[in-house]
């Protein structure tokens, strides 16, 4: 099975703190997504990648950053945390280059920015 | 621009009851998937099913059913004689294709289901 592994399921930052989230996934696929979710929100997605060192902006970038620098590995960064980025994070991957590939998510990370 | 629309927030059904979510979908794109996950207290999205939009044949799994119709651009999903363990958020989801070239998918604001014993 593919598995989406996330590094924390609950965090506690401060306002200010520069916040790393990290997503591993140990299938060998191209594609890495980090999403926030929020109440009557759904997902909206924040960044992506489609091979290692590229990321395209998604819908809701601002605020943060991605890094990519092995295929398993996609990181989400927070460069100042605000309360604003109080959310649960989703990282999910997917194979291919076609459009139709489903994803594999992590079980998210709770980010509490007090 | 890509748009996915669950209109119904929250549904709260009786064990055995039958119940349909609604998932209503924008696209300029002339191929594209549409996919249901599910979202148990756990909080791990689990993917239930992708359709093509070339194939408007409805979909059976067990107590799970899906309906096609690109005419209403509409992808609802019923399940049939619910029972507790189908409590959960459900999300509808819209992939890009080769107009739009968005490579990821686009997500509904989900629907809560609550299956009452």
């Known amino acids: 099975d593919v598995k989406v592994t996330q590094s924390s399921r609950y965090l506690v930052k401060r306002t200010g703190e520069k916040v790393f989230l990290e997503c591993v996934q140990d299938?060998?696929?191209?594609?890495m997504f980090w999403y926030r979710q929020d109440p009557g929100l759904g997902l909206r997605l924040i960044y992506f990648?489609?091979?290692?060192?590229?990321?395209e902006k998604g819908d809701i970038p601002e605020g943060y950053s991605v890094s990519r620098e092995k295929k398993e590995r996609f990181s989400l960064i927070l460069e100042s945390a605000s309360t604003n980025q109080t959310s649960m994070y989703l990282c999910?991957?997917?194979?291919?280059?076609?459009f139709g590939y489903g994803y594999t998510f992590g079980s998210g990370t709770r980010l509490t920015v007090v | 621009a890509q748009k996915v629309t669950q209109a119904q927030t929250e549904i709260s059904v009786v064990e055995k009851e039958d119940v349909t979510l609604d998932c209503v979908y924008e696209?300029?794109?002339?191929?594209?998937?549409l996919f249901w996950y599910k979202q148990p207290p756990s909080g791990e999205l689990v993917f239930l099913i992708r359709?093509?939009?070339?194939?408007?044949q409805n979909e059976i799994s067990g107590r799970y059913s899906w309906n096609f119709q690109k005419s209403t651009s509409s992808f609802n999903f019923t399940i049939t004689a619910s029972q507790v363990v189908d409590s959960a958020v459900y999300f509808c989801?819209?992939?890009?294709?080769?107009?739009?070239?968005?490579?990821?998918?686009?997500f509904g604001s989900g629907t809560r289901l609550q299956v009452q014993p």
């Open positions: 999910a991957s997917s194979s291919g280059t076609d």
């Open positions: 989801a819209l992939s890009g294709g080769l107009d739009t070239g968005r490579r990821a998918l686009t």
């Open positions: 990648s489609y091979d290692v060192k590229m990321k």
């Open positions: 299938m060998d696929h191209e594609n």
């Open positions: 359709r093509n939009s070339f194939d408007e």
């Open positions: 696209t300029r794109d002339t191929t594209y998937y």
